[in-house]
């Protein structure tokens, strides 16, 4: 079957699936803390979401990454997981990975290792117990590290993910960055992006990671790698902790040009892109035929309805959000 290629050129190979758009936290940048979650009834099977991840399988595309929401709080995700984890071992999905807060690690880190998982990405913004606290607005500290030194001891390896926010944790970057090179995680921070409405003012938030890296240089030494994972973020060494540093910039720089990515939501929408409305249903052709034929053509129309770029701005005050659903429906 012929692969997924755009109107631009560009071959889709990646897709993100968000399995739920719940989550047991309430990370402050991206969701408010009274949210109306989508409908359950809306919500596809776990085993409607594998047959639409083998479908994109047979068309290409080598690497999924669930995420959510919390997609460890998904009830009986391992099982989408171990089925998943079959294409990894017949060779056909090169990284089964996922995005996660870490709270459920010590749980589930072996059995994703067993599973075909060898990397996962944490979100973790403070590591001082009160500020995380306040900016998950529900979570304990103390269960990510413990995560964590289950997901290391498993023999993951992982990258931590940090939101920059202007006056939370601008004054913890170096705290970060020298945690990470201890633990020996990679690390890559994450520009707000205007997406849904949350309690707070987004711009009181936003911090440009152009000036953010300026200030790690002035105790850090950058050296610029050629390294990237297909995605937006670009990458340095610290010299000092041998570690990797990423940035992701959606706003200061715009890194569509190579996507390679579409986004599922768990109630078969596909987004061709993070930045923009467009969605194409995919439960209405897996729930009206047992072939995939529909499914196919469905998945063939929105590729080919991708379009060449997002287009966030935060800069006017009291905007709208650029897009109007919460990262946790279409996945960070
Ligand atoms: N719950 C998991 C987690 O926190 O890693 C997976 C889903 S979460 C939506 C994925 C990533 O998106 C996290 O790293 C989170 O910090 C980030 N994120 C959420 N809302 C965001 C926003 N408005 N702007 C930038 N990043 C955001
Ligand atoms: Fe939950 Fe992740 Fe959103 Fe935080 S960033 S509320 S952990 S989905």
């Given at each position: 079957m012929s692969n997924l290629i755009d109107p631009f050129g560009r071959t889709v190979s990646y897709l993100r699936v968000s399995v739920t758009d719940r989550c047991n936290y309430r990370c402050q940048y991206c969701m408010s803390e009274n949210m109306t979650f989508l409908p359950k009834s809306n919500l596809l099977s776990l085993e409607e979401l594998d047959r639409i991840c083998s479908a994109f399988i047979k068309r290409g595309v080598d690497k999924i990454r669930l995420t959510g929401g919390e997609p460890l709080v998904r009830r009986n995700i391992m099982s989408l997981i171990e089925s998943l984890g079959k294409h990894v071992k017949d060779g056909k999905l090169r990284e089964l990975t996922l995005t996660t807060n870490g709270s459920q690690l010590t749980k589930y880190a072996q059995r994703l290792v067993d599973c075909g998982v060898k990397r996962i990405n944490v979100s973790l913004d403070s590591l001082n117990p009160e500020k995380f606290q306040s900016i998950t607005?529900?979570?304990?500290?103390?269960?990510?590290?413990?995560g964590l030194e289950a997901a290391k001891q498993a023999g993951l390896e992982i990258k931590i993910n940090a939101v920059a926010l202007k006056n939370f944790n601008e004054n913890e970057v170096d705290d970060l960055i020298s945690w990470c090179g201890g633990q020996k995680f990679d690390l890559t921070f994450i520009e707000t992006m205007p997406m849904g409405e949350i309690d707070e003012d987004r711009t009181d938030q936003y911090l440009p990671l152009t000036i953010l890296k300026n200030r790690i240089k002035k105790n850090w030494t950058l050296e610029e790698t050629s390294h990237t994972t297909g995605g937006p973020a670009t990458y340095s060494r610290v010299k000092e902790t041998g570690k990797r540093i990423g940035f992701i910039t959606p706003l200061t720089h715009n890194f569509c040009e190579s996507c390679n990515r579409v986004r599922l939501t768990c109630t078969g929408k596909l987004f061709m892109c993070l930045g923009q409305d467009d969605e194409k249903d995919l439960l209405t052709p897996i729930?009206?035929?047992?072939?995939?034929?529909?499914?196919?053509?469905?998945?063939?129309?929105?590729?080919?309805?991708?379009?060449?770029?997002?287009?966030?701005?935060?800069?006017?005050?009291?905007?709208?959000?650029?897009?109007?659903r919460h990262m946790s429906v279409t996945g960070g």
């Open positions: 607005r529900w979570g304990k500290l103390s269960d990510v590290i413990d729930r009206t035929s047992e072939g995939d034929e529909l499914l196919m053509s469905a998945i063939d129309e929105a590729i080919g309805r991708k379009p060449k770029g997002h287009d966030f701005i935060i800069d006017r005050v009291g905007a709208a959000p650029a897009v109007s």
